[in-house]
């Protein structure tokens, strides 16, 4: 069995708690991808032209500083990266993680949770990112999630 790792980005909390009930369902690490400078109520505010967050994803070169760092990735064979869906992809801090380990020969899979989006080409464009990885496209995990749901989805991963 390799060893997994589950990798999350919460603004507010909800892909915590995701995060928290599917590393527990695959017998994985976890660790939060919390950045340097933390979002405010008003950095999330997505209606506003001047708020962080959307200054953010209308830049694609914006990488935001992650406070802390993963020990030994190295150990790691599959990482669950997962994150809120922002302006129908990923938020740019994920890039951000992607790019700061060599990720060569290890497979990611992809969760988010959202309000009303899918995942569009977030696979695609994080692919670009880390190309040496397998990126599996993954699941929206919106709401409750079992023990139950989660291992019948980890199985059908053939991990």
């Given at each position: 069995m390799s060893k997994r790792l589950v990798a999350f980005f919460s603004a507010s909390g909800v892909t915590a708690k995701?995060?928290?009930?599917?590393?527990?369902?695959?017998?994985?690490?976890?660790?939060?991808?919390?950045?340097?400078?933390?979002?405010s109520r008003a950095d999330l505010n997505w209606m506003d032209k001047k708020s962080r967050s959307t200054i953010e994803m209308k830049d694609p070169s914006s990488r935001?500083?992650?406070?802390?760092?993963?020990?030994?990735?190295?150990?790691?064979?599959?990482?669950?990266?997962?994150?809120?869906?922002?302006?129908?992809?990923?938020?740019?801090?994920?890039?951000?993680?992607?790019?700061?380990?060599?990720?060569?020969?290890?497979?990611?899979?992809?969760?988010?949770?959202?309000?009303?989006?899918?995942?569009?080409?977030?696979?695609?464009?994080?692919?670009?990112?880390?190309?040496?990885a397998v990126i599996k496209s993954g699941k929206l995990l919106n709401g409750r999630q079992t023990g139950e749901s989660l291992t019948a989805w980890l199985e059908s991963l053939n991990l």
């Open positions: 995701v995060a928290e009930a599917l590393a527990k369902a695959a017998g994985a690490d976890l660790y939060e991808i919390k950045p340097e400078i933390p979002y935001p500083a992650i406070a802390n760092r993963v020990e030994n990735m190295e150990a790691y064979d599959t990482v669950f990266v997962g994150f809120p869906i922002w302006w129908y992809t990923a938020p740019t801090i994920i890039k951000t993680f992607l790019e700061s380990y060599d990720f060569t020969g290890k497979t990611i899979v992809l969760f988010a949770t959202s309000g009303g989006s899918g995942f569009g080409d977030t696979a695609k464009t994080l692919q670009a990112v880390c190309p040496n």
